[in-house]
Each structure stands twice: as C-alpha cells, then as structure tokens.
C-alpha cells in the first residue's frame, strides 16, 4: 500500500528538480525578469562609467574650493574684511559686500574649472570674475536681465557675449566652466551663454567676486572643479 505514494513523492521530487534546472539554464531575459542596473547619478559621490570630470564634475573631478559660508569665516580667500560680511538669508549664512568691495581665490595653477555658486543681486548688479591672471581674465556681469561675459586684457575691456535672463533679486544657481578656449554659463540648469574664444584667450587664473555698493549682491555655496 505504501508503494503507490512513495511513487508519487518521487515523481513529485522529479518535477521539482527539472523545474529547477531549467530555471537555472534559462537566460533571466527569456522569463522576462531580466534585472536592470539603477541608472548613475550624476553627485552620488562615485565617478561611474560615462561620466566625466567636464559632466561630471561633482563625482571625477578634483575640488579646488569649497564655501558655504555656514562657520561665518570665509576660507582661503583673498579679502579685506572690512568690506564683507556674513549675514544670514533664508536660513543659510551668505557673503555680502558692506561697500565697494572685491574678493578673490586660486590662481594662476588653476586652469580648466567649472565652477558652481548661488548669488542673489540685492542692490546693485555683481561680477563674477574667471580666469583672472593679472592684466588679463574674463568677468561676468550680473545684470537684470542678462548676464554679459567680457574679457580684460592688458588693461582693455571687450564684451564678448551675453545671454538674455531674468535674474531680478532672486536667488539662481550658476555652472560656469572654463575649458581651453571656451566658457559656458548655465543658470538654473539653462544654458545661457557659450563662447569661445580666439588665440588671446586667456587659460589659466583664478575666480573673483565683485559689487560696487552696500550689500549689492550676496553669494553661496561656491564649489570649484579642475
């Protein structure tokens, strides 16, 4: 009486075990549960495949500067402090001008950059200089409703490019890379500006800030790649 079940467990057994074999030897595409790896993003901290220190910057590249001006000391700029301060602006601690004031960082070994940064124009319309190597460098000025790139040198100004934007006195966020010949701006994540220059362009140098009355313009969480 025992053997018909013992027949059956056996069958059952053998079932099992070919499912399983099968299920081992089928391509996971062909039963449709073929797994997809989390797509990269970019600033989780790991320079995956297909990224770039120029995508990329936040992941592959190499941080040269970093300001969020929360400790209310600002680190290794060059400024008077007479002239700025750090007063808080929607729950974050800023950098403001109290006069006419310039402030600067890095130099002449920086080279390819991209740099990242918030600002706000209260008063007055700020610059934000790039590749300054004295007499030369580039400057972009903050205006209403544009922001004009121009260029310095040996004393002569140029304007060069400008994009139409409408900044008012907000806060926006700035990427503005400097590579070789060619200078992008994006604002809020839009592209702005792109121009390249000719063979005077200048390569190297560091980054500046500038506004030319009380509080003109405050400034933010600064972040600079190579």
């Not at 059956?8 to 053998?14: E, I, M, N, P």
């Not at 190597?133 to 490019?161: F, H, I």
């Amino acid at each position: 009486m025992d053997r018909p079940a013992s027949t059956a467990r056996l069958l059952g057994l053998g079932l099992l075990i070919t499912l399983s074999l099968l299920l081992t030897l089928t391509p996971c595409s062909a039963r449709g549960w073929e797994s997809v790896a989390a797509p990269s993003a970019c600033g989780d901290g790991t320079c995956d495949p297909g990224e770039t220190p120029p995508t990329c910057p936040q992941d592959c590249g190499i941080l040269l500067l970093e300001e969020d001006f929360e400790d209310g000391q600002p680190q290794d700029w060059f400024y008077d402090p007479a002239q700025w301060e750090v007063v808080s602006d929607g729950g974050s601690q800023v950098w403001r001008n109290t006069q006419g004031a310039y402030a600067a960082a890095g130099g002449a070994h920086w080279k390819d950059t991209v740099w990242f940064l918030r600002a706000r124009r209260v008063n007055a319309g700020a610059i934000l200089y790039l590749r300054t190597d004295w007499p030369n460098g580039y400057g972009l000025q903050l205006e209403s409703g544009r922001v004009v790139l121009w260029t310095e040198r040996d004393g002569y100004v140029q304007e060069l490019a400008s994009g139409n934007v409408a900044l008012g006195t907000t806060w926006h966020d700035y990427r503005i890379e400097a590579a070789g010949a060619r200078v992008t701006v994006q604002v809020d994540g839009a592209p702005i500006l792109d121009y390249t220059d000719g063979p005077a362009a200048s390569l190297h140098g560091g980054i500046g800030l500038e506004s030319f009355v009380f509080d003109g313009a405050r400034f933010d969480d600064i972040l600079v790649y190579s």
